[in-house]
């Protein structure tokens, strides 16, 4: 349920489709998916915890609320929405791009419902005036910010989308 509601929400990005999906397919043609098991491992040494430099690429999206823009500090609290990519890619920075692009290939074309997604999946009655912001980790448990945002303000009331008014309504 999370990851249909996670790439309705990224869809809200507004980015030209054509452009960035064939900067993706460009970056992910390049790509050497195979991942490699070691048979040398012990019934003792794998265990059910993920070492934070093996944090898979993994989305996120946090309202504007939840952090200084251009601060170095991490966002404040959980994601309103998450989602884990199943590919690995390369612990550098084409890989944390490849990551990004992994995150905004998945969302795009959920554009039309992104308000309902995030009034859904918000932790908190009312969201005034707020943009959601995509963020990454990729072989890191840090979330880095991407610099892609919804291009659009959300507004909610009782998790459901809601006009934005200039003022916020006290009730």
């Known amino acids: 349920m999370y990851r249909t509601q996670f790439a309705v929400v ?5 980015l030209v489709p054509h452009l960035v999906l064939a900067a993706a397919n460009n970056i992910n043609n390049s790509i050497d998916n ?3 098991n070691s048979s040398n491992d012990s019934p003792e040494e794998s265990s059910m915890e993920v ?4 944090t898979p690429c993994t989305c996120g999206v946090f309202l504007s609320s939840q952090f200084k823009k251009g601060s170095k500090a991490q966002p404040k609290g959980d994601p309103v929405l998450t989602q884990e ?3 690995p890619f390369m612990n550098n920075a084409v890989g944390n791009k490849q990551c990004t692009h992994r995150c905004l290939e998945a969302i795009i074309k959920h554009l039309p419902k992104s308000s309902d997604i995030i009034c859904a999946t918000v932790d908190k009655e009312e969201v005034h005036r707020e943009k959601a912001f ?3 980790k990729n072989h890191s448990d840090k ?3 991407t610099n892609f945002s919804a291009g659009r303000e959300f507004c909610c009331k009782d998790y459901l989308p809601a006009k934005c008014t200039k003022t916020a309504a006290k009730h």
């Open 51 to 54: 070492d934070p430099e093996e």
């Open 85 to 87: 990519i199943e590919t």
């Open 143 to 145: 979330w880095h910010p």
């Open 10 to 14: 990224f869809g809200c990005f507004l």
């Open 134 to 136: 995509l963020f990454v």
């Open 34 to 36: 195979t991942v490699t």
